[in-house]
């Protein structure tokens, strides 16, 4: 099992930054799987925000967020990371990074996932 934990949330204003970072803990390395990035806003259901492969070689992300999100990670230090550039308040939302074992978009096909980290952006 994958203990992993979200951290670098805060509120900001429409157009600034964040990093968030997940870091990851268990019996095993995260360079062993697949990871996920999910956002949940009050009142929807949860939705996929990006994806990066074991390796780092392979990303992805939904429409809404390309061009202003990128996802990287370093599996010797066992973190991914989601740089977000250009935030808009409809990027609100409680994020969550996910461990699973393939490119996919949907949040039943992940295995572990963290406790979350608030985003707030003011307009």
């Known amino acids: 099992q994958l203990q992993l934990v979200e951290s670098g949330g805060g509120l900001v204003q429409a157009g600034g930054s964040l990093r968030l970072s997940c870091a990851a803990s268990?019996?095993?390395?995260?360079?062993?799987?697949?990871m996920g990035w999910f956002r949940q806003a009050p009142g929807k259901e949860r939705e996929f925000v990006s994806v990066?492969?074991?390796?780092?070689?392979?990303?992805d992300y939904a429409d809404s967020v390309k061009g202003r999100f990128t996802v990287s990670r370093d599996n010797a230090k066992n973190t991914v990371w989601l740089q977000m550039n250009n935030l808009k308040p409809e990027d609100t939302a409680v994020y969550y990074c996910?461990?699973?074992?393939?490119?996919?978009?949907?949040?039943?096909?992940?295995?572990?996932w963290g406790q979350g980290t608030q985003v707030t952006v003011s307009s």
């Open positions: 268990g019996v095993t390395f995260i360079s062993s799987y697949t």
């Open positions: 990066i492969s074991w390796k780092g070689t392979n990303t």
């Open positions: 996910a461990a699973g074992t393939g490119i996919y978009y949907r949040a039943q096909q992940y295995m572990d």
